[in-house]
């Protein structure tokens, strides 16, 4: 009686690890968390009940999340608190004029560090600065200038066919606006001090547009509108108040504002990363750029693999190229190789949707808005280099 009351114990515990692994299957992001025992002992379940194959599809999903680059990129998971008042409501129709240019004119200047004394040391973290670029595996493909490092089943012979072909994002001429910059997670902040120690109880969100992502797209905005090229810059927090479907809001936002205007060719989802080393320090990605410390950027790009409905991906991939073409030649060291991965973060609305990572929640905003204003110059050259072809 004994051994089948543990038998059928063991059974039940077979039952809730197969429950969670499913979860984990159908939600990869979660599997990041491996410092977890329970996110270890899921996955070994998952991995004893899948058919041959199974193992395999797990262990790639999995892996992708891990060999990005060293230190790995753990994505966000949940909605941690942010670290100001909340700001008032947006307005529900953001003007073309919202983009308050005013502020995006200045650099902000990082304020001095206070000493690590004033930190708890239960909560003293690590940062780490790394200029991250290509290795010498076959994941780079290389441009005229930059990378694209290649996170899919596709050979690189068959992505350099697909780069060979020729870009098809023309701006037209005429005043209607024509790229679209927002934030499905405009809450993403920045490490207030530029420092090798860090706080680690503090959450890097904010609500106050200038002090996070809001504000970096303020700055690619007013580059692009000095270059004669029409913007729309929406504000909208769609991770705010509530984090868990944000990218079902910024995809109605991205919708509205092209039913609006016909003539959004380019719509930039403008995000920070979050970098740690595996042992959890914090890592901040940065080039010196004419004498000045500068966050290095990374410009993601999905691929469908079949199942994602993006038909477009392939426009995608050679603006990702051509903007990182241009970026690497004014500003060397400026970027992070190309993303190319198998991702959908909307990239489905246009041919020419692209999720740009600004730096990391080790650097500061002052870093990363020199990188905004270096990027939307390299994003406007770009685009005007395809008018009137």
Same mark, same amino acid.
């Given at each position: 009686?004994?051994?089948?009351?543990?038998?059928?114990?063991?059974?039940?515990?077979?039952?809730?690890?197969?429950?969670?692994?499913?979860? &984990?299957?159908?939600?990869?992001?979660?599997?990041?968390?491996?410092?977890?025992?329970?996110?270890?002992?899921?996955?070994?379940?998952?991995?004893?009940?899948?058919?041959?194959?199974?193992?395999?599809?797990?262990?790639?999903?999995?892996?992708?999340?891990?060999?990005?680059?060293?230190?790995?990129?753990?994505?966000?998971?949940?909605? *941690?608190?942010?670290?100001?008042?909340?700001?008032?409501?947006?307005?529900?129709?953001?003007?073309?004029?919202?983009?308050?240019?005013?502020?995006?004119?200045?650099?902000?200047?990082?304020?001095?560090?206070?000493?690590?004394?004033?930190?708890?040391?239960?909560?003293?973290?690590?940062?780490?600065?790394?200029?991250?670029?290509?290795?010498?595996?076959?994941?780079?493909? *290389?441009?005229?200038?930059?990378?694209?490092?290649?996170?899919? $089943?596709?050979?690189?012979?068959?992505?350099?066919?697909?780069?060979?072909?020729?870009?098809?994002?023309?701006?037209?001429?005429?005043?209607?606006?024509?790229?679209?910059?927002?934030?499905?997670?405009?809450?993403?902040?920045?490490?207030?001090?530029?420092?090798?120690?860090?706080?680690?109880?503090?959450?890097?969100?904010?609500?106050?547009?200038?002090?996070?992502?809001?504000? &970096?797209?303020?700055?690619?905005?007013?580059?692009?509108?000095?270059?004669?090229?029409?913007?729309?810059?929406?504000?909208?927090?769609?991770?705010?108040?509530?984090?868990?479907?944000?990218?079902?809001?910024?995809?109605?936002?991205?919708?509205?504002?092209?039913?609006?205007?016909?003539?959004?060719?380019?719509?930039?989802?403008?995000?920070?990363?979050?970098?740690?080393?595996?042992?959890?320090?914090?890592?901040?990605?940065?080039?010196?750029?004419?004498?000045?410390?500068?966050?290095?950027?990374?410009?993601?790009?999905?691929?469908?693999?079949?199942?994602?409905?993006?038909?477009?991906?392939?426009?995608?991939?050679?603006?990702?190229?051509?903007?990182?073409?241009?970026?690497?030649?004014?500003?060397?060291?400026?970027?992070?190789?190309?993303?190319?991965?198998?991702?959908?973060?909307?990239?489905?609305?246009?041919?020419?949707?692209?999720?740009?990572?600004?730096?990391?929640?080790? $650097?500061?905003?002052?870093?990363?808005?020199?990188?905004?204003?270096?990027?939307?110059?390299?994003?406007?050259?770009?685009?005007?280099?395809?008018?009137?072809?």
């Amino acid at each position: 009686m004994r051994r089948m009351e543990d038998f059928r114990r063991l059974l039940g515990l077979a039952a809730a690890f197969a429950v969670l692994a499913g979860s &984990l299957a159908a939600f990869p992001v979660l599997s990041t968390a491996l410092g977890s025992f329970l996110g270890k002992a899921a996955a070994a379940s998952a991995m004893l009940q899948l058919p041959e194959g199974g193992i395999s599809y797990l262990r790639g999903r999995f892996a992708d999340q891990l060999v990005q680059d060293e230190p790995v990129s753990l994505p966000e998971v949940s909605a *941690p608190p942010v670290s100001s008042v909340p700001a008032e409501e947006p307005p529900a129709e953001q003007s073309r004029t919202e983009s308050r240019p005013e502020m995006a004119a200045a650099i902000p200047q990082t304020p001095e560090s206070p000493s690590i004394e004033t930190i708890a040391p239960q909560n003293r973290g690590t940062i780490t600065e790394k200029m991250f670029s290509a290795d010498q595996s076959s994941l780079y493909i *290389p441009l005229a200038a930059g990378y694209i490092k290649n996170s899919t $089943n596709l050979s690189n012979q068959q992505v350099g066919a697909i780069l060979a072909q020729p870009l098809e994002l023309k701006l037209e001429s005429g005043s209607q606006p024509q790229v679209l910059i927002m934030h499905t997670h405009a809450t993403e902040s920045f490490e207030p001090f530029d420092r090798d120690f860090c706080d680690t109880s503090y959450t890097w969100r904010s609500t106050d547009n200038t002090q996070n992502v809001v504000y &970096l797209g303020d700055i690619i905005t007013q580059q692009l509108e000095q270059a004669g090229i029409g913007v729309i810059h929406d504000s909208t927090q769609h991770d705010y108040p509530s984090y868990n479907g944000s990218y079902e809001r910024s995809a109605a936002t991205i919708r509205k504002w092209l039913d609006q205007y016909p003539s959004i060719k380019v719509v930039i989802d403008v995000h920070r990363d979050a970098v740690e080393s595996p042992a959890g320090n914090l890592i901040k990605p940065v080039a010196m750029i004419n004498g000045e410390k500068t966050a290095q950027v990374m410009i993601i790009c999905g691929c469908d693999d079949g199942t994602m409905n993006m038909p477009q991906w392939d426009r995608n991939l050679r603006w990702a190229a051509a903007l990182q073409t241009t970026a690497e030649t004014l500003y060397p060291g400026l970027t992070r190789p190309v993303f190319f991965c198998y991702r959908k973060y909307n990239m489905d609305l246009t041919g020419g949707s692209l999720l740009i990572e600004f730096g990391s929640h080790g $650097n500061t905003l002052e870093e990363t808005a020199r990188a905004a204003q270096y990027m939307g110059r390299a994003m406007a050259e770009t685009l005007l280099s395809t008018a009137g072809e």
